[in-house]
């Protein structure tokens, strides 16, 4: 597919929905690529960046932000409490704050480095039992803990389930931003960006319809 192509059907995306374009931002998920397809899409222009594992971001990303200025890094997969002080000193942002011992730790290390990466609330939009994420009812008291914590959430965040349509899923997280005053949402991934976009998505996470298929091997 492609960084340009991807870039276009945001635009035309964007105003479709009655959108400004150039509103939502672009994450590139760029988790377990090789070395050369991320480095193409820095040659293109590309500045933002997801990455789901904190060691793998930690090997790669240092060494790419000295020869590329600007780079912008979002933390979207689980975190361990224990790697809390790491995603910190590496994140520019962090999506995935889901649970209070994470919150904690967050607020330490805050604190201790003086460095605030924004923070988005993931939601279990889904009520899945085997995923991460705040429970929609519980969203409004996790928020009010956070801040007592001195943490100020700007966004949710949410991974629709797989089987489903992913449009309720974007249309709930919409509404708890909006019920809680959160200007942004993380929603939409390669196969369903535009309609996360026409439900006002602020940043969609587009890894594979930008770098091609990821390789576990
Ligand atoms: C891997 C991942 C993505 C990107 O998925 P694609 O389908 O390749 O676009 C987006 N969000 C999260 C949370 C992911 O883990």
Same mark, same amino acid.
């Given at each position: 597919?492609?960084?340009?192509?991807?870039?276009?059907?945001?635009? =035309?995306?964007?105003?479709?929905?009655?959108?400004? #374009?150039?509103?939502?931002?672009?994450?590139?998920?760029?988790?377990?690529?090789?070395?050369?397809?991320?480095?193409? *899409?820095?040659?293109?222009?590309?500045? *933002?960046?997801?990455?789901?594992?904190?060691?793998?971001?930690?090997?790669?990303?240092?060494?790419?932000?000295?020869?590329?200025?600007?780079?912008?890094?979002?933390?979207?997969?689980?975190?361990?409490?224990?790697?809390?002080?790491? =995603? *910190?000193?590496?994140?520019?942002?962090?999506?995935?704050?889901?649970?209070?011992?994470?919150?904690?730790?967050? =607020?330490?290390?805050?604190?201790?480095?003086?460095?605030?990466?924004?923070?988005?609330?993931?939601?279990?939009?889904?009520?899945?039992?085997?995923?991460?994420? *705040?429970? =929609?009812?519980?969203?409004?008291?996790?928020?009010?803990?956070?801040?007592?914590?001195?943490? $100020?959430?700007?966004?949710?965040?949410?991974?629709?389930?797989?089987?489903? $349509?992913?449009?309720?899923?974007?249309?709930?997280?919409?509404?708890?931003?909006?019920?809680?005053?959160? #200007?942004?949402?993380?929603?939409?991934?390669?196969? $369903?960006?535009?309609?996360?976009?026409?439900?006002?998505?602020?940043?969609?996470?587009?890894?594979?319809?930008?770098?091609?298929?990821?390789?576990?091997?």
């Amino acid at each position: 597919m492609g960084l340009e192509q991807i870039k276009t059907r945001i635009t =035309a995306a964007e105003t479709a929905a009655g959108r400004q #374009p150039g509103q939502v931002r672009l994450i590139a998920v760029s988790k377990v690529q090789p070395p050369d397809r991320v480095e193409s *899409v820095l040659d293109a222009g590309q500045r *933002v960046f997801g990455e789901n594992y904190v060691q793998e971001a930690q090997g790669k990303w240092p060494a790419w932000r000295d020869r590329f200025n600007g780079v912008e890094l979002h933390m979207i997969g689980p975190l361990q409490s224990n790697k809390a002080k790491q =995603a *910190v000193q590496l994140f520019d942002a962090i999506h995935t704050l889901d649970r209070m011992s994470l919150a904690r730790k967050l =607020a330490q290390q805050i604190a201790e480095q003086g460095r605030s990466p924004d923070l988005f609330i993931q939601v279990n939009t889904g009520d899945e039992p085997q995923k991460a994420g *705040v429970l =929609a009812d519980e969203l409004p008291g996790f928020l009010a803990s956070c801040r007592d914590l001195g943490l $100020d959430p700007q966004g949710l965040m949410c991974i629709p389930p797989e089987a489903d $349509d992913p449009v309720p899923h974007f249309r709930l997280l919409r509404r708890l931003a909006q019920e809680n005053g959160l #200007p942004n949402l993380s929603m939409g991934m390669s196969a $369903d960006f535009e309609s996360a976009i026409a439900e006002g998505a602020t940043h969609i996470r587009v890894g594979s319809a930008i770098f091609g298929a990821r390789d576990y091997g």
